[in-house]
């Protein structure tokens, strides 16, 4: 049987359509979306003040209210967003964000929006070639955290061999690499560094095993470069970047030079908003996404706020897509930012210079409030003494004094889904 | 919105037709198999010395060699089981046997054979009556092991709204009973009764919980009398028991009795072999089951020896189906019978008596092998002295005396998936 790539000539050509063309089809998906949603969308009704809504342009479109994450939040003890158009019974996947900010939000998806996800997915599996021979190990826990759900089915959907692995210990893990040989590997970027240092540990080196490909979402590191760089040392393999959220959908791939990501602009509008006026001392190119679904008719997302902090630019990359290019991925969350000493820095920028030491295990940022201002200070996990280099390091690069304190190793908390690696107190 | 029930004229209509019309219908389907799968298949090629084979009738086919277990394990290293009509790359899922009884054996299911799979189990959640305004939690883990990933997708198929919650602990899922309000639970029946004890501990009832229906499977105790009486009186709900395997498919539900089961015989041919002659004292009616798939052209089942002891009955159900039922579910496994000073017990004769006892919360059945004889006794955990009186229960019920053991609380392990209560030495 001879390798197959799935036939995707819509996908392709409109990834070079010009930019107009591109507008005028997200303004014909935006205008299908809204007839299918607006006169059963409570939610929306109340937000916009109108049932029936036909735009005639996308600057029309940019009029509008935006979302939040605090409004779409229930009190109901069921969690379910308040956004959804339909009741409970009209849909067939439950999930939860993961709740890394206060209280999981409960998200329903009808058959037609998983379609969708998996669907759109597609453009994420063809930026890394991945097709029918390769046999995927999903190194997640299938709880209601969507997390690797969408990806699963996609994968499925490709003709892939999807190998899941919820509730086995890292240990089974590396045991079922060697015996089933998976092709791709699927993790957060913590997990997957975690789970090669484990084998590491015990003289087994990921290198040499049949992973060709790592793929990562859920945490920012993918698009850090030395997070990507100890990923591709680690497995001797390419280092595929993902962005997505349960509430949002599966919005980004990575580029080709691994520096940044791309909206599927094909499935999404991004909007990029002047940054918060609390935000002092920003690049002046920096922007909060702003993401409008053109699927998922049961849980629209409509000119939502992501909080995501990027850097648009639209020059045609080299993997030959004019979708929007965000360079260096999420640079952060608004909602995560400390403000030490009266200057910026987001917890990606201090993961970037730790993960320059590939000796440093383990990690944690803790932050204190004092007043306006936050206190931070790091735990490391390491076997050789980096407590100087690191505290150089960040005076260097960030202009900061930051106190680095090294503790045992095994102290730190491990988790294989999204790493609680800030602690505000 | 109303509840809508699948349609299934041919489930039901093949449920009264008579045998011979049954047999007739096996028969083709079979025929079916054969023509699409015996010029691939070497393994059965070589085990019928022939490479295509069309039958007259079933007779004929019992004439055929059986297969076994050990025959189907693969010796190399990736483990995929012997059978298989394809290479690798042609299936989408990957699966393992639990592993109970020796090393996990590896099996794939192509894109078909899981319609296959979905569809077949249609017949089962048919038995409950499960429709689209189910919301169904899967208390599962989502690993390797095939376990309820087949009914996950079958309850998408049928429309209900499916909750995940592989790699949630037992109080996040208690939790989850609470606020996501799933009206059928699946889960193994010992899992099943941990998830309702520790609720009981911290003060919660089940029974005023939103489920109906408990689903279970993965280990007999759906079809033991006391341990049904245990769940439905800790949730309140029906019990649903329901039998399959990860090398054969979803073959039997749950009779509408609760005391025993039903074998899909539009989707397999169930045979009734004379038991092994080392298994002394045997109940005359008592039969080894031998299973055909009629689908699953992947890796199909071909007269396969089950090792389970059932006691079939042909007379019509009250449930209202002609599919052959097999009185008290699955007695026991020829593998895993005790001979305890010359007379045969099986576990789950045992399990049965000391399910009678609700204040036994944990226990564990020991054997030790001398000579050709067993030696067993049991450890209980228990907040009551039952000691004497399930050793009184275990004489007066199997004529043996069987020491029991009082152990501290929390002594015995405890797990999610099919439990480890039988220890060999």
Not at 60 to 79: A, L, N, R, V, Y
Not at 129 to 146: K, Q, T, V, W, Y
Not at 156 to 165: F, G
Not at 257 to 268: A, P, Q
Request: proline share 6%; net charge negative.
């Amino acid at each position: 049987m001879t390798t197959r790539l799935p036939a995707d000539p819509f996908r392709r050509s409109i990834q070079s359509v010009s930019r107009e063309e591109l507008q005028q089809y997200q303004l014909e998906r935006l205008n299908q979306l809204l007839a299918k949603t607006l006169p059963f969308n409570r939610h929306y009704q109340e937000r916009f003040g109108i049932s029936h809504l036909q735009l005639e342009s996308l600057e029309q479109w940019s009029q509008f209210p935006t979302s939040t994450k605090s409004e779409w939040q229930s009190d109901g003890i069921d969690g379910i967003a308040r956004h959804h158009s339909h009741s409970p019974n009209r849909y067939r996947r439950y999930h939860r964000t993961s709740g890394t900010r206060g209280r999981p939000m409960v998200i329903l998806d009808t058959a037609e929006d998983w379609d969708w996800w998996t669907s759109t997915w597609q453009y994420v599996l063809d930026a890394c070639s991945i097709n029918s021979d390769d046999r995927i190990l999903m190194a997640f826990s299938f709880g209601p955290f969507i997390g690797f759900w969408s990806a699963h089915d996609a994968c499925l959907q490709r003709e892939c061999l999807v190998i899941p692995s919820g509730g086995l210990s890292t240990l089974a893990r590396i045991d079922l690499i060697r015996t089933a040989s998976p092709t791709v590997l699927f993790g957060t970027p913590s997990y997957a560094l975690h789970l090669a240092q484990e084998a590491a540990q015990r003289g087994i080196s990921l290198r040499e095993s049949s992973i060709r490909t790592v793929f990562v979402a859920g945490e920012p590191g993918g698009s850090i470069p030395s997070v990507r760089a100890q990923l591709e040392e680690l497995y001797g393999a390419q280092v595929m970047d993902h962005a997505g959220a349960t509430e949002i959908g599966p919005w980004g791939f990575g580029t080709a030079d691994g520096k940044g990501l791309h909206v599927i602009e094909s499935e999404f509008i991004a909007e990029f908003l002047p940054l918060d006026s609390s935000i002092t001392n920003a690049d002046p190119r920096w922007r909060e996404l702003v993401i409008t679904s053109l699927g998922r008719a049961g849980a629209p997302v409509l000119r939502y706020r992501t909080q995501d902090i990027v850097q648009p630019v639209w020059d045609r990359d080299v993997s030959g897509t004019e979708f929007v290019r965000l360079e260096g991925g999420i640079l952060g969350r608004a909602d995560d930012m400390f403000v030490v000493r009266g200057v910026n820095v987001f917890p990606t920028a201090i993961e970037s210079i730790i993960r320059q030491f590939p000796g440093i295990e383990e990690f944690r940022i803790r932050a204190q409030k004092r007043g306006e201002l936050d206190e931070v200070a790091i735990d490391i996990e390491s076997s050789e003494p980096l407590q100087t280099l690191l505290e150089e390091a960040l005076q260097v690069q960030l202009g900061l004094r930051i106190p680095v304190v090294p503790l045992p190793i095994g102290s730190l908390p491990k988790s294989e889904g999204k790493s609680r690696r800030i602690v505000r107190s």
